[in-house]
């Protein structure tokens, strides 16, 4: 199989499922386990909304430049 027959745009929509795959499966986890352990349980501190962000902003990244 030669890969250079296979158009670039696949990259860009394989990766932007993946991305959105960690997404789904961050803020899929029961808030108890994200905070265990912490003793400040502040909003800001909550992992499955900065692990939505990030994927957000790498999906736009890869929107933006990744695919040309």
Do not use: C, T
């Amino acid at each position: 199989m030669d890969l250079a027959k296979i158009p670039m745009y696949w990259g860009l929509i394989v990766s932007v499922i993946i991305f959105v795959g960690i997404a789904i499966w961050a803020v899929l986890n029961p808030r108890e386990y994200i905070y265990e352990g912490a003793e400040n349980r502040a909003r800001w501190r909550d992992l499955r909304i900065w692990a939505a962000v990030l994927m957000g902003i790498q999906i736009a990244i890869h929107v933006i430049w990744g695919g040309r």
